[in-house]
Structures are given as C-alpha cells and as structure tokens.
C-alpha cells in the first residue's frame, strides 16, 4: 500500500504559479503511475495530468496542456504538478493518485485505474 499526502496549494491571483507536491510512503514509489486529479464545487472529478512509473512518460488534459507540468522524483518518494498561466476555472481541489499499473495509456486518464489517494490541496485562483 501507499499513503498520499498533497501539498503547495493556496490562493494565487489569475496569471500566477504554484506547485503541488504529493509526498508518498512506502519503498515502492517508483512502481506506482502517479496521476493528478481536480474536483471544483458541483463538478464531477477530472484529469488533470499523469506520469508513468519508469520512463516518465507524462500526460495532459487539453485544459491545461502547455501550462501544467507533472514530475516525480523517485529518490524523494515524491510527484509535483507546477501549474503556471492559472486561471479561475482551475480553482478547485486537487487530488494526488497512484496507480499500481496501467493496461495501457488510455487508462492514465481514468480515475477508476487509480487504487491510492490523497486528500487533496485546495487551489484558489482570483480573477
């Protein structure tokens, strides 16, 4: 098993920066795809962006494509998503996940793969 826990986020003004970070327990970090999920008042979950276990490969919803940027450093048993250009519409709470495998990289994009989450950071964009 492996314990999520999210920080870094806060109110920014629209145009700003922040960066999440999720800090895993566990000697196996480096075997889990790891994901970032958001959830704004009375809206469904979503996608926001993912990063495979060994190589890194990195994935993107549209929505934030060119502005999010997803890593993990496996020796810190960490993953961060920096979030540049916010705007109010990514106001909402976001959700570290971990993933034990992915059949393939459809599958990064749904959060019904992920079998661990954190509680998740509130992200508060001004307009």
């Known amino acids: 098993q492996v314990q999520l826990v999210e920080s870094g986020g806060g109110l920014v003004q629209a145009g700003g920066s922040l960066r999440l970070s999720c800090a895993a327990s566990?000697?196996?970090?480096?075997?889990?795809?790891m994901g970032w999920f958001r959830q704004a008042p009375g809206k469904e979950r979503e996608f926001v962006a993912a990063?495979?276990?060994?190589?890194?490969?990195?994935y993107y919803a549209d929505s934030v494509k060119g502005r999010f940027t997803i890593s993990r450093d496996n020796a810190k048993n960490t993953v961060y998503l920096q979030m540049n250009s916010l705007k109010a519409e990514d106001t909402a709470v976001y959700y570290c996940?971990?993933?034990?495998?992915?059949?393939?990289?459809?599958?990064?994009?749904?959060?019904?793969?992920?079998?661990?989450w954190g509680q998740g950071t509130q992200v508060t964009v001004s307009s």
């Open positions: 566990g000697r196996t970090f480096s075997s889990y795809a």
């Open positions: 990063i495979s276990r060994s190589i890194g490969y990195t």
């Open positions: 996940a971990a993933a034990e495998r992915m059949t393939d990289s459809g599958a990064y994009y749904s959060g019904s793969q992920y079998h661990y």
